[in-house]
């Protein structure tokens, strides 16, 4: 039978044995036709033995039911007489030739259809047309392969233009730089305790939210078992026999999820103003006051963090340029002193780690 195998996506959720039935076949020595291929090893009519090739599926008006089928494979072909004999025959029954390198009968393979329609007869096969397909050589595969000299080029010349923008971008010039002025700025940050409305699943509200409000909405979708679909599917044996099984797959539907969506208030601490000071106030740098409304209820505020940089001005051949340092090394680059600084040709861009130096 077929395997247990529960990981083929191609593998039906549930499979029901319909019974077995006569595949037909065709003599093609006298012309009679819709033979019954499991009885009627030979033609009735002029005796010829059956070709298995022939043999085609029969339309449901027309089949005829196996009983108690024992399958023994597909029939062995005598390599003496053409006669088909049972899957497990030793020697053929109509001339007695060993069948130990006889060829197996070829199937005709599956059909499905859909549950309210039927089968139609197979069609009736022409043999020699079938042989002589088969003797023909393949014409070769010739695929048009890409020429992987066009692969090599391109990732040549792509490896060139990024070393030339790479090699762009990094090329300096020295320049000597006289400081001709200071900026400074410092920032604290202030938090407010603030009530802040907010919006959460249920199971999400904070515990210490308050004026909660909530409502039913569609939260998510689960997939439910909503009937089966089922096909019929015929399978050629290979012995004269075909099998019928319908085929059932659970077809299913999406339904909501439901659950309670919360909007509510809970008191936070919020990013709330920023207080300066610069180098437009003094020369010197100072934290500006910061007079916070101190307490722990809502309006109260506190210290977030505090932030500072210092900036040396620089002159080379009248051209400024800027340089964000530590503050020692601010302080130390004292007006008119000079440095001897690179600057990028292309990106402008001074090297300020000698002024930290
Ligand atoms: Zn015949
Ligand atoms: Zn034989």
């Given at each position: 039978?077929?395997?247990?195998?529960?990981?083929?996506?191609?593998?039906?959720?549930?499979?029901?044995e319909l019974g077995t039935y006569?595949?037909?076949?065709?003599?093609?020595?006298?012309?009679?036709?819709?033979?019954?291929?499991?009885?009627?090893?030979?033609?009735?009519?002029?005796?010829?033995?059956?070709?298995?090739?022939?043999?085609?599926?029969?339309?449901?008006?027309?089949?005829?039911a196996?009983?108690?089928?024992?399958?023994?494979?597909?029939?062995?072909?005598?390599?003496?007489?053409?006669?088909?004999?049972?899957?497990?025959?030793?020697?053929?029954?109509?001339?007695?030739?060993?069948?130990?390198?006889?060829?197996?009968?070829?199937?005709?393979?599956?059909?499905?259809?859909?549950?309210?329609?039927?089968?139609?007869?197979?069609?009736?096969?022409?043999?020699?047309?079938?042989?002589?397909?088969?003797?023909?050589?393949?014409?070769?595969?010739?695929?048009?392969?890409?020429?992987?000299?066009?692969?090599?080029?391109?990732?040549?010349?792509?490896?060139?233009?990024?070393?030339?923008?790479?090699?762009?971008?990094?090329?300096?010039?020295?320049?000597?730089?006289?400081?001709?002025?200071?900026?400074?700025?410092?920032?604290?940050?202030?938090?407010?305790?603030?009530?802040?409305?907010?919006?959460?699943?249920?199971?999400?509200?904070?515990?210490?939210?308050?004026?909660?409000?909530?409502?039913?909405?569609?939260?998510?979708?689960?997939?439910?078992?909503?009937?089966?679909?089922?096909?019929?599917?015929?399978?050629?044996?290979?012995?004269?026999?075909?099998?019928e099984?319908?085929?059932?797959?659970?077809?299913?539907?999406?339904?909501?999820?439901?659950?309670?969506?919360?909007?509510?208030?809970?008191?936070?601490?919020?990013?709330?103003?920023?207080?300066?000071?610069?180098?437009?106030?003094?020369?010197?740098?100072?934290?500006?006051?910061?007079?916070?409304?101190?307490?722990?209820?809502?309006?109260?505020?506190?210290?977030?963090?505090?932030?500072?940089?210092?900036?040396?001005?620089?002159?080379?051949?009248?051209?400024?340029?800027?340089?964000?340092?530590?503050?020692?090394?601010?302080?130390?680059?004292?007006?008119?002193?000079?440095?001897?600084?690179?600057?990028?040709?292309?990106?402008?861009?001074?090297?300020?780690?000698?002024?930290?130096?």
């Amino acid at each position: 039978m077929f395997p247990q195998n529960s990981n083929d996506p191609n593998r039906p959720d549930r499979v029901e044995e319909l019974g077995t039935y006569e595949m037909i076949w065709d003599c093609k020595f006298c012309g009679n036709k819709n033979l019954p291929a499991k009885t009627h090893k030979f033609c009735p009519t002029c005796g010829a033995a059956q070709d298995p090739q022939s043999r085609r599926f029969p339309s449901d008006e027309e089949k005829i039911a196996v009983k108690e089928h024992v399958s023994k494979g597909a029939s062995l072909i005598c390599p003496a007489c053409g006669t088909p004999n049972d899957g497990d025959s030793q020697f053929c029954m109509q001339c007695g030739a060993p069948l130990d390198q006889a060829a197996r009968a070829k199937t005709v393979g599956s059909e499905v259809r859909a549950e309210n329609q039927s089968f139609a007869a197979g069609q009736e096969r022409d043999l020699a047309q079938e042989r002589l397909a088969e003797d023909l050589p393949k014409a070769p595969v010739t695929a048009g392969k890409p020429n992987p000299l066009i692969f090599i080029i391109g990732a040549i010349v792509l490896l060139l233009i990024c070393g030339g923008i790479i090699l762009a971008l990094t090329a300096k010039r020295d320049a000597t730089a006289t400081v001709v002025g200071h900026d400074w700025q410092r920032i604290i940050y202030v938090d407010r305790f603030t009530s802040v409305r907010d919006n959460a699943w249920d199971d999400q509200v904070p515990a210490d939210a308050y004026s909660v409000s909530c409502s039913e909405r569609q939260r998510s979708s689960r997939q439910v078992p909503d009937g089966e679909e089922c096909a019929v599917r015929r399978v050629d044996n290979g012995d004269g026999t075909f099998s019928e099984r319908r085929e059932c797959n659970t077809v299913y539907r999406d339904e909501p999820v439901y659950d309670d969506y919360c909007s509510f208030t809970v008191n936070r601490w919020v990013p709330d103003r920023e207080i300066q000071s610069s180098s437009a106030q003094a020369a010197a740098p100072f934290w500006p006051s910061a007079d916070l409304t101190s307490g722990s209820s809502l309006g109260a505020e506190r210290e977030n963090r505090r932030s500072e940089s210092y900036i040396v001005l620089l002159d080379v051949d009248g051209q400024r340029y800027e340089c964000a340092v530590n503050q020692s090394a601010w302080q130390e680059a004292e007006e008119g002193r000079t440095f001897n600084i690179s600057i990028g040709v292309i990106t402008n861009a001074p090297d300020c780690s000698a002024l930290e130096q």
